[in-house]
């Protein structure tokens, strides 16, 4: 049985690979890394069809070492070993270079066994994952690895595989392939910057359309094949940004109709992910201080979302979207920490005051000894002036009461608090 056309086309040198110009370009930090051909361990992470498997094997070719490939969502404690009694054997004498795919699906015990192979480098580690790895994967391993992101491709990325793809299901039948342009943009826009999915779509069009030594891939036929929404909708195009800018700044607006309008068309191109994490980006930015209740509550219905999948995931992020639309506006907490960032980037500050430290000693020369923190919880309101901030910005105002109910109820109360106690 032929290997589907996405295996067949997949590149064998990094020139070949699409997209991934800011890891793969010349001068880039891990193309340096591959030219220079000593591998250290290394973690992908990024969504599905966007090179990370191919990249691991250009590089496992390039380096001489026994290659061993794992999927974890399978793989077993017992397969683990099985690679490990390799290592010193003829089969293996130059090394192990194990590609470990989605390394998220290993649990601590699985990633703990690899840990001193990896160590003292008797195994070579590239893993890939689809989760940001800094949640998923056991810190011990994260600190002897390097993690790159691999990007969704653009469209015009995708374009160009599809055309070369073209060339070569011709190459392969003897078949003429006549595809317009406009039908390969429409599988480059559907594929969500998937190189796979792309490749797959490509394959069935052309199995569709091909009679005798001709297969005329016709726009009708494309549309017919990726479904009705998926020729309206690329997540790395414009459109997929304006939607997503819409969407937010329609919640942001208090617009319930124009939000829920927009979450509906990310809904329908499935893209449940950007609908999620926007609403929780927004939820924080511009409702915050004003209704701080919200944050868990939308966070509730995000997480239910996410357990239930599409089609369902409609009505828990259709409530929590209404929710933040019609809620009290602050962004009184986004300033603050904008500021205080920046002040941050700046350098600005200094030492940490000596009262909020977390030593109790004080060496011979200091002027002043003790540490003479003061404990609010021992004064009256729980509240006693001293210095937090450094002494270079003892003075800096981050935060500042937003115009709403609960802050300003906020506000009143620590008025008080505090004029009374300084």
């Known amino acids: 049985m032929k290997a589907p056309l996405a295996d067949r086309l997949r590149p064998k040198s990094i020139d ?22 000593e591998i250290p361990n290394l973690i992908f992470y990024g969504p599905s069809g966007v090179g990370k498997t191919t990249v691991a094997n250009i590089i496992a070719a390039k380096s001489g070492k026994k290659l061993c490939y794992l999927n974890a969502t399978t793989a077993s404690t017992a397969d683990i070993k099985e690679i490990i009694s390799s290592i010193g054997t003829i089969d293996a004498a130059s090394g192990i270079l194990l590609y470990l795919d989605e390394i998220q699906y290993f649990n ?81 826009r559907a594929a969500a910057g998937d190189v796979r999915r792309a490749l797959n779509m490509l394959e069935l069009c ?39 800018s819409a969407y937010q700044k329609s919640m942001r607006g208090s617009d319930p109709d124009a939000a829920v309008y927009y979450l509906a068309r990310l809904l329908a191109a499935g893209d449940l992910p950007s609908a999620c994490r926007r609403l929780l980006v927004c939820a924080n930015e511009d409702v915050g201080l004003a ?56 350098g600005l500050g200094g030492a940490i005051p000596r009262q909020l430290q977390n030593k109790h000693f004080d060496g011979e020369d200091a002027e002043v000894k003790g540490q003479n923190y003061k404990y609010p919880h021992d004064y009256t309101g729980h509240y006693v002036n001293q210095q937090y901030l450094p002494d270079g910005i003892k003075n800096r105002k981050y935060y500042e009461f937003g115009d709403n109910k609960t802050e300003q109820k906020f506000k009143e109360y620590w008025d008080k608090i505090k004029t009374d106690r300084s």
Do not use: C, W
Not at 16 to 37: C, F, P, T
Not at 327 to 340: F, L, R, V
């Open 291 to 346: 209704y701080p209740q919200i944050i868990p509550i939308v966070k509730a219905a995000v997480d239910t979302a996410m357990t239930v999948g599409l089609p369902e995931a409609r009505i828990p992020l259709a409530n929590a979207v209404i929710l933040v639309a019609t809620s009290p506006k602050s962004n009184s907490a986004y300033n603050a920490i904008g500021s205080a960032m920046g002040d941050v980037e700046k």
């Open 206 to 244: 052309f199995l569709t359309a091909k009679t005798g030594e001709k297969a005329v891939i016709e726009e009708t036929s494309v549309e017919q094949i990726l479904g009705g929404n998926a020729v309206r909708y690329d997540r790395e195009g414009d459109e997929h940004y304006d939607i997503i």
């Open 108 to 188: 601590k015990k699985q990633q703990q066994i690899l840990l001193s192979y990896i160590e003292n480098g008797d195994i070579t580690l590239i893993a890939s994952t689809t989760e940001n790895p800094y949640f998923y994967v056991y810190n011990a391993i994260l600190s002897r690895s390097t993690v790159f992101e691999f990007k969704q491709l653009s469209a015009d990325d995708i374009y160009s595989v599809i055309k070369s793809a073209t060339e070569k299901l011709a190459e392969e039948t003897g078949i003429e392939v006549i595809i317009s342009d406009e039908s390969a943009k429409k599988i480059s």
């Open 16 to 37: 070949e690979v699409a997209g991934q110009k800011h890891l793969l370009s010349n001068g880039k930090i891990l193309r340096k890394i591959i030219d220079s051909g």
